[in-house]
């Protein structure tokens, strides 16, 4: 068993749909980014990278690549599950916690960690989502951007 760490933080931009785990939620302000900043995908593709030991999403998937513009970040995730597991490895748990004052997400949950754990090759009940705020702290409080952090437990095949 190998664990890993992932984290992704991106600021805020207007005219952007806001894109949290393959899920697009309705009427928020989106995140800036190369591809489509979903957050909490890159947080658990580095996390999966990282407990295979094959680098980092960006050594992968670089902003410099064309190739990756307003990419859906589930594909970034399903080909880091690819790379895993061409490593010998698979994904047997992810938990993940999205951190940002507005919009609540609980609505919405349930709809991510069905989106996480296919693309991830997992059953849902292996995938935990949670949300949180900063209590109006530090750049995610004054409501400049929002930040991700995953867990991906990998097992050797």
């Given at each position: ?37 979903d957050i909490l995908c890159h947080a658990v593709a580095d996390a999966v990278l990282g407990a ?51 919009p609540s997400l609980a609505p919405y949950r349930d709809e991510m960690r069905k989106t996480v754990a296919s693309c991830c090759g997992v059953d849902v009940s292996d995938v935990s ?29």
């Amino acid at each position: 068993m190998r664990a890993g760490i992932g984290f992704d933080v991106h600021a805020f931009a207007d005219g952007r749909p806001l894109v949290l785990g393959g899920v697009t939620i309705p009427g928020a302000r989106g995140l800036d980014g190369h591809s489509d900043a979903d957050i909490l995908c890159h947080a658990v593709a580095d996390a999966v990278l990282g407990a295979a030991a094959l680098g980092d999403l960006g050594s992968h998937f670089p902003s410099s690549d064309e190739r990756w513009r307003d990419a859906a970040s589930t594909r970034l995730l399903e080909r880091t599950v690819e790379m895993a597991a061409g490593a010998g490895f698979r994904v047997v748990a992810i938990d993940a916690t999205i951190v940002l004052e507005q919009p609540s997400l609980a609505p919405y949950r349930d709809e991510m960690r069905k989106t996480v754990a296919s693309c991830c090759g997992v059953d849902v009940s292996d995938v935990s989502i949670k949300a949180t705020t900063t209590d109006g702290l530090g750049l995610i409080g004054r409501g400049e951007g929002a930040a991700a952090l995953a867990v991906a437990v990998l097992e050797a095949r």
